[in-house]
């Protein structure tokens, strides 16, 4: 549209507040602003003064405008934004962030859990968030956990499953994780009591649970209860701690947004620093694309409103860095001279410009569009770096776990053209060995395992990583020459500390670059093992630590400690059976070497 053209047309535009809409040739809505003048407004775009590209570009593509008056400026600037957010017009500023934040849920369910998740279902529950760092998140829940006893497991707790004894409490009741719900040891009331000292941490209410906790400290040492008042008055000093590495300005601050704007040639970059009773509960730099040359003071207002929308903020105050038309009548705006709102906006600016250096090293580094490395590229690297005389297509990993010598067990991980396949992980129960040998452990499980592809007539990987020292690589090789497979693959050995790599018969070991792809492969390797067999050990272990008592009895296998545990659910009860009633179940052979064992004494 021309200016001529426009002219024609100005008269239809009213001396009103309003919003303009530009559309282009094809009826799309490319561009949507405000104005306290809609005329005047307008008549800006075609004004020969306009010297910015990008406006003329703009100019050049509209075929038609579109106004809507209303009453006030506030309507202008909400209608403005409820329109921008349903059409996305090509021209106007766009946040550059279609991230899912995370959030800390509270669940509607009896005895809720508490945990991170990026889906907010409308069933009842407590949502906190989103947060816009998950460490932030995971190191909450962390210190919450540690402080709050708070059940982890998903079991469904109603009062028919735990009062008919469906459940039994796990390794975390034993380690004071949690305080066994579903055996009934805690009621809904005391667990509720629990969940508000959770609901005051999320809100950064502190002061409540402190005052909770010096109670419950003082009841203690009423009772002489010395060693419990001394766990609480820890626990006391690290809420303190939390609460001064938290606290920058004066906890009767009450609630404030803080925003910061910094802007080049195409870029604008906003900080967000958000405030509850002093605390800094989040910090957040949001890039957004200029599609023309908007200043600071039109950029930020539409910042604002798209920030605190997408992080659900609703402060009533806003401290920002210069003046605005900003017209919320429910929000009042600072521009904050001295004192501890002078601070705030100060760190804000200070994260601002570190956010957008930053960026421009990035750039200069040329990483900002940096691709991921091609996996068959690192493939190439580690069979140079280890001299393989083939292509290590197919890699595997074992690794040993046990606890004090019981329940010990081994995994291999595979990965196939550089990348884990899952599908082919395995773990084994260690049969055949009896303590702690490890070596010995990584001889079945090696030798296990290179049987059963045997037998299967499938294909060997051209790599194998031991995950420990010359000893368990020396045991792996015994494996290996039983099944007479000496030749068919590569066998190194990871030592734990080093991370140096051994061969079978080399005295000296070969360490490769840390921060090169081979040994950054190998790592990630390495770290899978250990996920995949800890995981699987932590699952044995905390099965074992019911069925081990029963099972330790002389005439009492496997099978009939399960089948008492799954008739009688727990050794307490199983302790108390008569005889007659241990010998409907499992004969009277095995009853009564059962009973003996657990009557002695009489």
């Not at 910090?283 to 908007?294: A, P």
């Not at 390495?526 to 099972?551: A, M």
Request: net charge positive; aromatic share 10%.
């Amino acid at each position: 549209m021309t200016s001529s053209e426009f002219q024609n047309i100005a008269h239809t535009i009213p001396h009103k507040p309003g919003v303009y809409k530009y559309f282009d040739e094809e009826e799309t809505i490319i561009y949507v602003g405000k104005a306290k003048d809609l005329r005047k407004r307008v008549g800006s775009y075609f004004s020969r003064s306009v010297e910015h590209y990008k406006t003329k570009k703009l100019v050049e593509k509209i075929r038609r405008i579109e106004v809507t008056i209303v009453d006030t400026e506030q309507d202008a600037f909400l209608l403005e934004n409820s329109l921008i957010k349903q059409y996305q017009p090509r021209y106007n500023i766009n946040l550059k962030d279609d991230k899912t934040y995370p959030y800390i849920v509270i669940k509607n369910e009896p005895f809720p859990r508490v945990y991170l998740t990026r889906r907010v279902v409308k069933d009842g529950s407590e949502y906190y968030g989103p947060y816009t760092s998950v460490r932030t998140v995971r190191d909450l829940l962390e210190f919450i956990r540690t402080y709050i006893p708070l059940r982890t497991c998903s079991l469904r707790l109603t009062d028919r499953n735990i009062y008919g004894n469906k459940f039994k409490v796990c390794l975390e009741y034993h380690l004071g994780n949690c305080k066994g719900p579903c055996e009934g040891y805690q009621t809904a009331e005391e667990y509720e009591k629990n969940l508000d000292q959770v609901r005051n941490i999320l809100k950064g209410h502190l002061s409540p649970v402190l005052n909770l906790l010096k109670a419950e400290m003082k009841e203690h040492a009423e009772k002489l209860e010395f060693e419990k008042a001394e766990i609480v008055r820890k626990k006391i000093e690290s809420f303190k701690e939390y609460r001064a590495k938290s606290t920058v300005v004066s906890s009767r601050m009450g609630d404030v947004d803080v925003f910061s704007i910094l802007k080049d040639n195409k870029k604008a970059y906003v900080n967000f620093l958000q405030v509850r009773h002093g605390s800094i509960i989040q910090s957040k730099t949001s890039i957004f694309e200029c599609k023309l040359d908007e200043t600071e003071e039109e950029i930020l207002p539409q910042a604002i409103v798209q920030i605190r929308e997408k992080l659900h903020s609703f402060a009533k105050l806003l401290v920002i860095p210069f003046e605005i038309s900003f017209p919320e009548e429910e929000i009042s705006l600072r521009v904050p001279k001295v004192g501890d709102k002078k601070k705030l906006l100060d760190l804000s600016q200070k994260n601002t410009q570190y956010f957008y250096d930053e960026m421009q090293k990035k750039k200069a580094l040329n990483l900002e569009q940096k691709k991921k490395k091609d996996p068959q590229q690192v493939l190439f690297a580690l069979q140079e770096d280890l001299q393989l005389p083939v292509l290590p297509k197919h890699i595997e990993c074992f690794d040993n776990s046990n606890f004090q010598g019981s329940y010990p067990v081994a995994a291999c991980v595979v990965f196939k053209n550089g990348v884990p396949s899952k599908k082919d992980y395995r773990h084994f129960n260690i049969k055949t060995v009896k303590g702690i040998d490890d070596f010995a452990s990584m001889k079945e499980a090696v030798y296990r395992r290179y049987k059963r592809l045997l037998d299967e007539k499938k294909s060997l990987p051209q790599l194998v990583i031991i995950d420990g020292g010359k000893g368990q690589l020396g045991a792996a090789m015994e494996a290996v020459r039983e099944l007479e497979l000496t030749g068919s693959m590569t066998l190194v050995g990871l030592a734990k500390r080093e991370e140096e790599l051994f061969f079978p018969g080399d005295s000296d070991s070969l360490k490769l670059p840390y921060s090169g792809e081979s040994m950054k492969l190998i790592r990630f390797i390495r770290d899978q093992v250990h996920r995949f067999g800890v995981t699987f050990h932590r699952q044995k272990r905390s099965k074992g630590t019911f069925k081990n008592e029963l099972e330790q009895i002389d005439g009492i296998g496997k099978k009939t400690a399960e089948q008492l545990l799954t008739r009688f659910r727990s050794i307490k009860k199983i302790r108390k059976l008569t005889q007659r009633e241990l010998t409907g179940e499992i004969g009277r052979s095995r009853a009564g070497v059962v009973w003996r064992y657990f009557h002695e004494e009489t």
